[in-house]
Nanobody
């Protein structure tokens, strides 16, 4: 089992920045990819960014150039630096961890609200 604890969400004005953190505990050695997804009311949960155990990132087109994902394997933590935030970035953001057997674990979610 893997437990994920997120932090860093909140309210920010458009153009501002936030940094999300997600700390993993439990069966850490099983982890392959870690990433962030977001979901609005009545919408599906979509990938924002993820990163492999070797540090290769992938981003949704809507956040390329504005968001940066990073991973500290020593701390078992993944970060999402969000710059130039837009009102349409408002969502609940969920941390995800994928094991080498493709089992997926989720954090509890953290609200990000961007005011115009």
């Amino acid at each position: 089992q893997v437990q994920l604890v997120e932090s860093g969400g909140g309210l920010v004005q458009a153009g501002g920045s936030l940094r999300l953190s997600c700390a993993a505990s439990g069966s850490i050695s099983l982890l392959r990819n870690m990433g962030w997804y977001r979901q609005g009311p009545g919408k599906r949960r979509d990938l924002v960014a993820d990163i492999t155990s070797g540090g290769t990132p992938k981003y949704a087109d809507s956040v390329k150039g504005r968001f940066t994902i990073s991973r500290d394997n020593a701390k078992n933590t993944v970060y999402l630096q969000m710059n130039s935030l837009k009102p349409e970035d408002t969502d609940v953001y969920y941390c995800n961890a994928m094991t080498w057997r493709s089992t997926s674990f989720w954090g509890q979610g953290t609200q990000v609200t961007v005011s115009s």
